[in-house]
């Protein structure tokens, strides 16, 4: 199996993650390629019912308990794939943690623990992974973000912000590699269907805002893993224009997310510790207009923030 693709996907024991396994296996026994499935996530058992279900020729799986919010642990994981392989082809990161509550519902440690699982440590192994796949001239990364990093929604704060990074950071890389032979893409999937975090809520995803089946979801990953787009939104009904109008007209969010349902449908699984407002009204106190500068009669000029006679804020530039 010496040309065999080796992929690592975190995540891998439940949810997605297994689903995104066995895609993988599925395609390289229909195209009669070698496979190394590296499969991470901290429930070894787990891992190892899915690696027990994927016994297909052509492909060798190998499990590694972990935990990514452990720095040792991250580092355990680039060191096996690593010195086991030889290289790594493909790194699928799509472990996470998605808790819907409030903000101030999660406790300091649960947010440290959201950041770190889901943001940190793709970074960090991706940081682990890429000298090689530099040096090979060759490797893709493929981040399972989220429409949640899209836009910020409300019971996924943290996890929206976890998520954003991950899609800021894709895209600051891409040109970063650029030429090198290393790809990086980012997925962007509405609520999944059936398995996963969102199907476990047990709270029926209103029609507008519309599910994408998982199987939908992991050929993205399949294809992304090969070639393709820097951002994959996929969603039920195109997104896009929404995306770019809120991107144009802020105040457009919080409506259209309560206009998709979206707070009723997190507020019912996250049991929330307060109602939130609902319609228009912010409960924000109308705050008294900001006092006015008195006019010194300076008038800017010359190189920005300088006034007309060199001084800054008090201290004289050189
Ligand atoms: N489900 C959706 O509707 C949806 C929508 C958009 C995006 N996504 C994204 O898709 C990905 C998969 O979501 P999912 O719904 O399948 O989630 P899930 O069912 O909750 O599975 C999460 C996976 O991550 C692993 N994991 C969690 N914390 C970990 C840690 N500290 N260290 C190592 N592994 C850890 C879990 O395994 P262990 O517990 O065994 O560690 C599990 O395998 C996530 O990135 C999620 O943000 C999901």
Not at 140 to 156: D, Q, R, T
Not at 235 to 252: D, F, G
Request: aromatic letters at 4%; proline letters at 6%.
């Amino acid at each position: 199996m010496n040309d065999a693709e080796v992929v690592l996907v975190t995540g891998a024991s439940y949810g997605l993650g297994s689903e995104i396994a066995k895609h993988f296996a599925a395609r390289a026994l229909k195209l009669g390629r070698d496979l190394v499935l590296v499969l991470t996530a901290r429930s070894e058992e787990r891992l190892r019912a899915v690696a027990a279900e994927i016994q297909l020729p052509g492909v060798r799986t190998q499990v590694i308990a972990a935990d990514l919010e452990s720095t040792e642990d991250r580092r355990r994981i680039a060191d096996t794939v690593l010195n086991s392989h030889g290289r790594i082809d493909v790194f699928i990161s799509n472990a996470a943690l998605s808790p819907f509550r409030l903000f101030e519902d999660l406790s300091v440690d649960e947010i440290d623990s959201i950041l770190i699982a889901n943001a940190l440590a793709p970074l960090s192994l991706c940081r682990s992974f890429l000298p090689s796949m530099i040096a090979r001239g060759r490797g893709a990364i493929v981040l399972n973000a989220s429409m949640a990093g899209k836009y910020g929604l409300p019971f996924n704060a943290a996890y929206s912000a976890s998520k954003g990074a991950l899609i800021l950071w894709a895209q600051a890389m891409q040109s970063e590699l650029r030429g090198t032979g290393v790809g990086v893409r980012v997925i962007c999937p509405m609520s999944i269907s059936r398995v996963g975090v969102s199907a476990r809520g047990g709270q029926k995803t209103p029609w507008i805002l519309g599910e994408v089946t998982p199987e939908r979801v992991c050929q993205a990953i399949y294809r992304a893993a090969h070639g393709g787009p820097l951002e994959v939104v996929i969603s039920k009904w195109p997104i896009r224009p929404l995306l770019a109008a809120v991107q144009l007209i802020p105040a457009l969010g919080p409506a259209a997310v309560r206009w998709l349902g979206v707070t009723k449908m997190y507020a019912a699984i996250g049991r929330p510790s307060r109602t939130l407002v609902s319609g228009r009204r912010t409960g924000e106190p109308r705050l008294p207009p900001a006092p006015r500068e008195p006019d010194t009669g300076r008038r800017p000029g010359g190189k920005i923030g300088r006034s007309i006679d060199g001084s800054e804020g008090g201290r004289t530039l050189e």
